[in-house]
């Protein structure tokens, strides 16, 4: 059952992947470049526009919840400088010298407000405040800004969580240099983001909302039963099923000419559901193909445009495939500006779904050689497109900045070189932006990701680290320390944190076996140590913030411990490679939420068990395999789950495994053996 589900997720992904077609005919270019010259033509006798960059500056963060929220604003508002602020306020979080920018966005009711935020960079996780739409937030010489409410839920219900950003400079939104804004005239003029693709008045189609069947249904049936489409069995090998059905779509075309010319009830059906369609304003896939092959494209065009799809989930490629439709549709009318504005969505993955994800979206093709076949100038539409700027009087199309490297990153060398040149240029150039030169790094680094030739992907690296200086100090800083947030919030105890290496941090809201929560989380290594015992730490932030002290009152005896049980020994140092984390949660080591640690132990040994004082420990191995333990205060170990085929000094994995569990994605293997100090097994 797991293995035929997991497989039928997994080519399900994969048909709809690599189901793309190509959008452009080649018998569509000539027609399709007489108008790009045509608006070249506009181009060239327009003044290239000024353009302004977002508002940013540089500011420090604040986060407090509290129960006297009027306490914290008088002494916001009476603070002499952030540090007499951080004076009054002990329990204050803090991050220090971030870039933000200052944006016009919508809330969920479409109500106009105003967007302050900070961005991720090395392990520093980004802020966000939202303020409603007024000319104050625009005043010059404003102090700061800051956002509060009340948690209704949790274990500080009642609160008010304020944060918000005190300014360090003065808001400042600086002209795009002119070589640059001549990008975004082309892009302007080319693409003509002004023109809506979907009507306006159209409803979107989910399959999340109840359905009426309709005439086009019974179209669509009568087809299916005439050119007898396959029926999946419930029983029936999905494979089998799969390339049953591709044979009949790939004859779809040559039945839909056939029953047209042949078979009355079809073209009756036919026109009687294209009717119904463009009165009612509702449409499907299959209306609109029969439509473009046997009627009129033109008329399935209008079709999809007065028919947005909303994709179900990240992985529904449904909206993307209606947009390709859409643009080889227009592509063949010469409906330029439907055509391009589709075009860049596909390459975007611009559609609209309830839910999206990195991996779907990071698997799907960007089209762009398709566009290198047209006379456009591609390099101005891409990086045009990958400025951000203020909100204009005229409209602009934003591309998304993963997506413009990954479309360099399948161009061939020419558009490479000239990409890799142009970031340069532009990070390197005093008068752009510290946003844009942001933007563009981080587009630069996407670029190496998905770069596939190895010592490419090198000579890029390389690259980017000389282009690190050159980046504005808010910026490099935090690249070149990547835990410098975790400095800022644990500032009063810099001299304790600089004892270790920090092998990596984050600070957010997590979920875990151990804890459950907003928390700061950080690896520790002890400076001159042999580097065999790492400290894996998780820290409530709540009303205070619990402090590394917390963790250090308590190393020396849980070193000792691990260092002294001559069996975890003998377990770590098997092999070089080899590394021993110890969980601390807040105060102690073991920590079991919610009873998540012991809720699949068997009850007679939870029973027998003094869990008091153990240390929760995981041992990494190669081939990325882990194992977790207990030490309990007996100098008992106890072994938890443990991947397939993992053995032991002196034990095989038949010997440890006590329990198998099989899921959809995964098969586990349960061990709860324990052990005495000397590696003999006790259960």
């Known amino acids: 059952m797991k293995k035929t589900f997991y497989t039928l997720i997994l080519t ?29 033509k506009e181009f060239n006798i327009n003044d290239t526009l000024t353009y302004k960059s977002l508002p940013y ?24 400088n952030f540090e007499h602020l951080i004076k009054k306020n002990p329990n204050l979080q803090i991050d220090r010298e971030l870039l933000i920018i200052k944006n016009v966005g919508f809330n969920y009711k479409k109500e106009k407000l105003i967007e302050v935020k900070s961005f991720e960079i090395g392990n520093s996780k980004s802020h966000l405040i939202e303020l409603k739409f007024s000319d104050s937030v625009n005043k010059s010489n404003i102090k700061f800004l800051y956002s509060i409410h009340k948690k209704s839920w949790g274990d500080y219900k009642d609160a008010s969580i304020i944060q918000g950003f005190y300014i360090i400079d003065k808001f400042r939104a600086i002209n795009i240099p002119k070589n640059y804004s001549n990008w975004i005239t082309y892009t302007d003029i080319i693409v003509k983001p002004e023109t809506s693709i979907f009507y ?130 227009a592509a063949q009318n010469q409906n330029w500006e439907v055509f391009i504005q589709t075009f860049l969505n596909v390459m975007n993955d611009n559609v609209t779904r309830i839910a999206n994800s990195n991996i779907a979206t990071n698997a799907r093709n960007t089209n762009i050689n398709e566009l290198t076949k047209l006379d456009l100038d591609v390099h101005k539409i891409l990086l045009g497109s990958n400025l951000r700027i203020q909100d204009t009087i005229r409209k602009h199309y934003f591309s998304d900045g993963n997506k413009i490297a990954k479309a360099y990153a399948n161009l061939d060398f020419k558009y490479q070189q000239y990409f890799e040149k142009t970031i340069s240029e532009i990070i390197s150039d005093k008068s752009m932006d510290a946003f844009n030169k942001l933007h563009f790094y981080n587009t630069y680094k996407n670029y190496h990701y998905f770069l596939k030739d190895s010592l490419k992907k090198n000579e890029v690296d390389k690259n980017i680290n000389k282009l690190i200086p050159l980046l504005p100090n808010e910026i490099k800083s935090r690249i070149k320390n990547p835990n410098k947030q975790l400095y800022d919030l644990l500032y009063r105890e810099k001299k304790e944190l600089d004892k270790f290496e920090i092998k990596s941090s984050i600070i957010g809201n997590i979920h875990s076996y151990s804890y459950n929560g907003d928390c700061w ?9 042999n580097g065999k015992i790492i400290y894996d730490l998780t820290m409530a932030i709540g009303e205070a913030i619990t402090p590394l002290q917390n963790f250090i009152n308590k190393k020396d005896e849980l070193k000792s411990r691990i260092i002294s049980h001559p069996f975890l020994q003998e377990i770590l140092n098997e092999n070089c490679d080899n590394k021993l984390y110890v969980k601390f949660t807040n105060d102690k080591s073991f920590a079991n939420y919610k009873n998540k640690v012991t809720a ?84």
């Open 57 to 80: 500056t540089t500011a420090n963060y604040f986060k407090i919840i509290t129960n006297k929220p009027n306490d914290f604003l008088n002494s916001l508002h009476n603070a002499k």
């Open 521 to 529: 989380q950080a690896e520790l290594l002890e400076k001159d140590s």
């Open 600 to 683: 699949e132990m068997p009850t007679e040994l939870t029973s027998s068990i003094d869990f008091n004082n153990a240390i929760s420990l995981y041992i990494t191995f190669p081939n990325r395999k882990h194992v977790r333990f207990v030490l309990l205060a007996n100098s008992n170990l106890l072994t938890l789950e443990i991947p397939k085929d993992f053995d032991l000094p002196g034990y095989k994995f038949d010997e440890l495994m006590t329990k198998e569990e099989k899921s959809f994605f995964s098969t586990s293997y349960k061990s709860f053996k324990l052990f005495n100090n000397n590696g003999k097994m006790l259960n």
């Open 200 to 329: 306006e008045n159209t409803e979107e189609s989910s399959g999340l909302k109840s359905y009426k069947k309709t005439i086009i249904d019974s179209l669509v049936s009568y087809f299916e039963t005439k050119t007898h489409k396959p029926p999946y069995q419930k029983e029936q090998d999905f494979f089998v099923y799969r390339q049953e059905l591709d044979k009949w779509q790939s004859h779809k075309q040559q039945f839909s000419d056939s029953l047209y010319k042949t078979d009355e009830q079809f073209k009756k059906l036919l026109i009687e559901a294209l009717s119904y369609a463009e009165e009612n304003k509702i449409s499907n896939g299959d209306l609109e193909d029969f439509t473009a092959q046997l009627i009129s494209k033109n008329r399935a065009l209008e079709l999809m445009r007065q028919n947005r799809q909303v994709g179900s989930c990240s992985y529904d490629d449904g909206p993307i495939i209606q947009q390709k439709r859409m643009a080889a549709l």
């Open 12 to 40: 399900l992904i994969s048909y709809n992947i690599s189901a793309q077609n190509q959008i452009v005919n080649e018998n569509d270019i000539p027609k399709l470049n007489s108008i790009i010259k045509s608006l070249e």
